[in-house]
């Protein structure tokens, strides 16, 4: 069973992705989930943590408020694509439990510390200025984490909030290249995998049928992002970026990786948040692995009977 904390913002697809982690107990052991600033203001996405957690009947695992703007640049969220409130129009009501003290960055850097070499993973859905914050208050977690498996960046599909950023970079870029410059074994689904994975209706309507609280909720979200597609960008099918990570940790196999070197673009104003990666490398020195390739029906299968359980 791998030990997990979840650093997210949710967030449509982070609360899918959350969904899918909740309903894994037997493969993931989450000892915190922090939440940060991004697609929604700090005091939402904490709120719509612990919200997403009752609804899986998770109240088990503690949520932790960390970073309330990025490192450097203003704030910008993303709630044109993810409703006022961060879940669409999922009908909100107030958590019976809410957050424990702490600030997450604080509470990544003392779990890492407090666990043995490698023994945590983690999953990163959300601009990365928690796990920057993480680093620069214990600098030896980069040794002692498991691999970062984040949702970030851009490289052949280009961009999703400029020409050529991806929003999670995009937010806290001076927080991402910390993260990728520090030496921490990562694993890195960007745009070029996230948009392979898509929620058409066959894949909607297969959870939609799954009558679980977690499943009526996430075929909520997910038509809710599929309206905005269709709004918006034109397309039939919204892209499920962040149960990407948790799939990846629950069936690697699913996925294609390929080593790279990753930097991220943080001095450009018409730039600002590009991932440049490089496979021209000496794969055996690698730190950092780029999704390439995804298998969608096999992630949406595991997703459909996750939910049902």
């Not at 609804?55 to 503690?62: F, M, S, Y």
């Not at 999922?90 to 019976?96: G, K, N, Q, S, V």
């Not at 020409?163 to 890195?188: M, R, T």
Request: glycine residues 8%.
């Amino acid at each position: 069973m791998k030990k997990i904390i979840f650093d997210c913002d949710p967030g449509v697809d982070d609360a899918v992705a959350l969904f899918l982690a909740f309903a894994s107990p037997q493969d993931l052991d989450i000892l915190a989930i922090t939440t940060v600033a991004g697609n929604v203001a700090a005091d939402l996405t904490a709120r719509n943590a612990a919200v997403i957690r009752q609804i899986a009947g998770r109240e088990d695992v503690p949520i932790h408020a960390g970073a309330r703007a990025p490192l450097i640049r203003p704030p910008f969220d993303a709630g044109a694509f993810h409703g006022e409130s961060g879940l669409g129009d999922l009908p909100l009501f107030e958590p019976a439990k809410g957050v424990e003290p702490g600030h997450a960055a604080q509470v990544i850097a003392d779990l890492v510390m407090n666990h043995a070499p490698g023994e945590i993973t983690l999953a990163v859905t959300g601009p990365f200025t928690n796990l920057a914050l993480a680093i620069r208050l214990e600098p030896d977690i980069v040794e002692r984490l498991g691999p970062v498996v984040v949702m970030g960046g851009a490289r052949r599909e280009g961009g999703n909030i400029t020409a050529s950023a991806e929003y999670n970079i995009w937010a806290d870029p001076h927080a991402a290249d910390i993260v990728f410059s520090s030496g921490a074994a990562c694993v890195v689904m960007g745009l070029d995998v996230t948009h392979q994975v898509r929620s058409d209706p066959a894949r909607t309507a297969a959870i939609a049928a799954v009558d679980t609280p977690a499943a009526r909720a996430s075929a909520a979200l997910l038509e809710f992002s599929n309206a905005i597609e269709r709004d918006i960008v034109g397309g039939s099918g919204a892209p499920i970026h962040d149960p990407c990570v948790v799939a990846y940790l629950l069936a690697p196999q699913l996925f294609t990786l390929r080593p790279c070197e990753l930097r991220v673009e943080t001095a450009s104003p018409l730039t600002l948040g590009h991932t440049a990666v490089e496979f021209r490398i000496d794969p055996t020195a690698a730190r950092i692995q780029w999704a390439t390739g995804a298998d969608a029906d096999g992630v949406f299968a595991l997703l459909t009977e996750r939910l049902a359980r």
